[in-house]
């Protein structure tokens, strides 16, 4: 850790001045004694000032907030970066709040507008709106697509894209079928594009919920749409992967077919899922659940927003082969999710043990409820 301070001090010369001045801050706050401030940089190398920081317990606060700084960093470009040049200038002008911005939306002929913090934002105002043009939707496919859209047919096929980083870009447009399906989506002329969010660690009250000995139980999360389901179903599978004082870390199987719970970049998650996972991206559920299983050996197997006959199937030949399954649902409450086609009689067998039904009561990701496998409550909030 410390040779690392020293190696972050002479090489990320973008962010330096600015984690120090937010280091001096809160070493101040702590009366460390060597005389740091916040609008000073070099004074944190003076001797023996600089070498009592590097070999103190203070050491690792720089290395934190240079690492925040960095994905901030990062995450900023590679949403900015793919947007057409006129287009970017407003949005980097315009955003003040990077971990607020939600959506950006384009629409040929449309205001060039913004979900920023649950509200939509019309850019650069209301009164004098950038009205996104055909070039700049064009402009702005080819760099998500690096000018070979043709090698995103596959996503295409299902209506996005995605980007490095997790960020996923909804398109619409003329669609093209053949024999019956989806074959291509064609002169393309909304994009949404939307910015990936990790929340760490807004699984933990629920973890001593859904846990048993240490073991998994068989989990159904109940969400109405945008309520923070798959947020919150990416980091159960973390907790799971990785191990905690609730749960002995296990191998999980993720069967992500619209790439929105790894963001999976050319097959490689974006999002922090835990060492022990193993995804299936742009896979479809019922295939990819069994193809895991047959291959991957998962003690436990985790996908979102069931909802075919073949799905339920899957996951019933899943709880049968001995793995523990996850999994999301569109629902406003158990009883509604019970009503559903297949889905309805699973619960009623009690095949699964616990339901989390969220709301958003306040805020995205609100837990309403949680219950046991005969519908008695166990938590409600």
Known sequence: MHIRSVVLFFSWRRVKVRACRDLGERLQSRNVPFGT???SYDRL???????WFIFSGEAHILCKEVDKMEKRENRR???SDVLARSVRAIVQTHITEENALQEIRMRIGQPLSIMSGGEEKILPSAEKAHIVTKEEIKETIEYMSKYSLYAYENELRQGFLTLEGGHRVGVAGKVIIDRGKVKNIQYISSLNIRVAHEVIGCADELIPY?????MVCHTLIISPPCCGKTTL????????????EYVKGCSVGVVDERSEIGGCYMG????RLGMRTDILDCCPKADGMIMLIRSMSPQVVAVDEIGTAEDIHA????MQCGCKLIASVHGLDMEEASRKPVLGELIRRKMFERYIVLGNDGHPGQVRGIYDERGSVLCRK
Not at 268 to 271: R, V
């Open 37 to 39: 401030s916040g609008d």
């Open 45 to 51: 190398f003076r001797v023996p000032g600089f070498f």
């Open 77 to 79: 470009s590679q949403v």
């Open 210 to 214: 859904i846990t048993k000995n240490k």
């Open 233 to 244: 179903l990416r980091d159960l599978i973390r907790q799971i992967s990785d191990g905690n």
């Open 268 to 271: 490689i998650a974006q999002n």
């Open 315 to 318: 996951i019933e030949y899943a």
